[in-house]
Each structure stands twice: as structure tokens, then as C-alpha cells.
């Protein structure tokens, strides 16, 4: 069995470090005691079966128009690498390419990848 939590779950370690002894200011506290979470089981003919479901986050949600620009969620498409490949190969850099991708789709925040995931590619 499997069990998947919310990335809030528990709290941090305490470590015994008091503001006395420490040199730099604290990180700032991701962690809230979050109790969502599922489990799923695989039984003996490889079927799967979720045995535990809670879904009662006790921290707000990520907007859902924020929610592409997560991690696991940024994509570039295989469109988009092939258009990517061909800007550069008649000589066009990175910051025109984006630029060119955020007037096609309607904004930057609706390319779907980062500028970062640009230069990325590029490299």
C-alpha cells in the first residue's frame, strides 16, 4: 500500500535552535498540520483500491488560475519545441521566442511554461 499526503502535512522539526543561536533569520513555515490525504492498496492480482480518503485541507488552495504554473503541471508541448527549434535555427533568441508565444496565447501567464523552462530547452 501506498499512502499520499498533502505537502502540508505535519510540522517541522524542532531542531532547538533559539533566535540566540541562530546567524540567519528562520525560513518561513510551509508546514500547517495539514490532515488531507489517500491511501491506496494493490491487492494479490495487481488491482488497485483506495482504502482511505480525506480531503479536509486546513490551509487555503492554490487559485485555479495560478494552478499551471506549479511544477508538475508546466509542460511544453511537442508544438511548442518544434516551434521553439525552428525560431532557432534562423537565428531568433530566447526573449523575442516568448514574447512571440505570449501574443499567440493572450499573456505570459497562459503560455503554460516559464521563461526559465526556455532557456532550459535552449541549453
Known amino acids: 500500500q501506498q499512502t499520499f499526503v498533502c505537502s502540508r502535512e505535519g510540522r517541522r522539526e524542532d531542531r532547538g535552535l533559539t533566535s540566540e543561536t541562530r546567524k540567519r533569520e528562520p525560513k ?10 489517500f491511501r491506496v492498496h494493490v491487492d494479490l492480482h495487481c488491482q488497485w483500491s483506495i482504502t482511505e480518503f ?4 486546513s490551509h487555503e488552495l492554490l487559485e485555479d488560475s495560478l494552478c499551471s504554473m506549479l ?10 519545441i518544434l516551434l521553439i527549434e525552428n525560431f532557432r ?3 531568433i ?10 501574443n499567440s496565447s493572450g ?4 503560455i503554460g511554461w516559464w521563461r526559465k523552462d526556455l ?3 535552449v541549453a
Open 89 to 91: 535555427k534562423v537565428g
Open 119 to 121: 532557456y532550459n530547452h
Open 54 to 57: 480525506t480531503d479536509l485541507h
Open 107 to 110: 499573456g505570459y501567464d497562459k
Open 28 to 37: 518561513k513555515e510551509t508546514r500547517c498540520d495539514c490532515k488531507a490525504k
Open 71 to 80: 511544477p508538475a503541471h508546466r509542460r511544453m508541448t511537442v508544438a511548442d
Open 93 to 102: 533568441r530566447p526573449p523575442p521566442i516568448l514574447g512571440a508565444f505570449a
